[in-house]
Every structure is written in C-alpha cells, then in structure tokens.
C-alpha cells in the first residue's frame, strides 16, 4: 500500500530554519515525482516544490526561491524540504504526494493522487 509520512514540521522563529521530510512506503521514489505542497487557513493548497522520479528535473516556487530546496535521499526512500530564511507567511500545513510519471514534475496538486497527511509549520515568535 503506497504509504507517505511527512514529519519535521514545528514552530520557529522568523529567519529560522526547518528540514521537512517525506517518508514514502510501499513504492519506489524511481517511478514517482515527488511534490511539497502547504495550504494555509483560508487559503487555496499551493505547490511549494517538486522533484521528478530521476531526480533531474526540479521545480521551486518563486514565493520561496533561494530559501527552499528539495532533496531526496533513494537509499531511505525519502524526500527533503530544507527551508531557509523563514517568514511568517510560510505558515502552513506541509503535504507531499506522489505522482506516477517519469520525467515530469509540477506544481499542480491535481497531477498527484496520493497524499500524506501532512505536518504544521508554525513561523512566529
């Protein structure tokens, strides 16, 4: 059963620093693209970052360019999302998911069908 589990999330003072992860079972990172997504309260869910199945292809929002970064580590079956230079916008509920394509990667939350059930970021003092 395809399985991903996201932990790392957390409160932290703004400029802080966070590393989000996204544990994936019951299948292989080789075949998915992996997304980060977050969703804030009132607000529409919004593609953070993406990485492709070989790991070749990345994609960043311009909302976190040069303070986010995605990872993945194949041995452990696990991605990354390094978060640097944290603003109290960036507060969210964290989901990653999957989605079966070689390739490819995206920021639309309509391509993955399969989704953790996500973390909390919480940036504030």
């Known amino acids: 059963q395809l399985q991903l589990v996201e932990s790392g999330g957390g409160l932290v003072q703004p400029g802080g620093s966070l590393r989000l992860s996204c544990a994936a079972s019951g299948f292989t990172l080789d075949y998915y693209a992996i997304g980060w997504f977050r969703q804030a309260p009132g607000k529409e869910r919004e593609g953070v970052s993406c990485?492709?199945?070989?790991?070749?292809?990345?994609m960043v929002a311009d909302s976190v360019k040069g303070r986010f970064t995605i990872s993945r580590d194949i041995a452990n079956n696990t991605v990354y999302l390094q978060m640097n230079s944290l603003k109290p916008e960036d507060t969210a509920v964290y989901y990653c998911a999957a989605w079966k394509r070689f390739g490819v990667c995206g920021l639309s939350s309509g391509s993955f069908g399969n989704w953790g059930r996500g973390t909390q970021v919480t940036v504030g003092s």
């Open positions: 990485i492709s199945s070989s790991g070749g292809i990345t």
